[in-house]
């Protein structure tokens, strides 16, 4: 069980950015997803959950109406779409994987976890 998170980048406030979380070694129905984000000085936080067997989705609040998760089973990949970007979301993001059972919005509930992709968010 792998995960490969990309997309990240520099970001002016208010723009967009789409990140891509690639699963290897099982299938996007076998796992919920969750994207976590550690911005500097910060303990690491939820972002958003997707458990793709049902295409539920679990949003932390302030993202809510900013962010979208969605998943590409063909693909086997789990999008993190970024809108409205403020320079608090700058943080290091990371997806990660757990049982879809009850992995929803604690860190401690996955097991598995990629790499972590830059996001910055400045003028």
């Known amino acids: 069980v792998q995960l490969q998170a990309s997309g990240g980048g520099l970001v002016q406030p208010g723009g967009s950015l789409k990140l891509s979380c690639a699963a290897s070694g099982f299938t996007l129905d076998d796992y919920a997803i969750g994207w976590f984000r550690q911005g500097p000085g910060r303990e690491r936080q939820a972002v958003a959950c997707?458990?793709?067997?049902?295409?539920?989705?679990y949003y932390e609040v302030s993202v809510k109406d900013r962010f979208t998760i969605s998943s590409d089973k063909a693909k086997n990949v789990v999008y993190l779409q970024m809108t409205r970007l403020r320079p608090e979301d700058t943080a290091i993001y990371y997806c990660?994987?757990?049982?879809?059972?009850?992995?929803?919005?604690?860190?401690?509930?996955?097991?598995?976890w990629g790499q972590g992709t830059l996001v910055t968010v400045s003028s």
């Open positions: 997707i458990v793709s067997r049902d295409i539920t989705t």
């Open positions: 990660a994987a757990g049982d879809p059972r009850w992995a929803r919005l604690q860190p401690h509930e996955y097991q598995t």
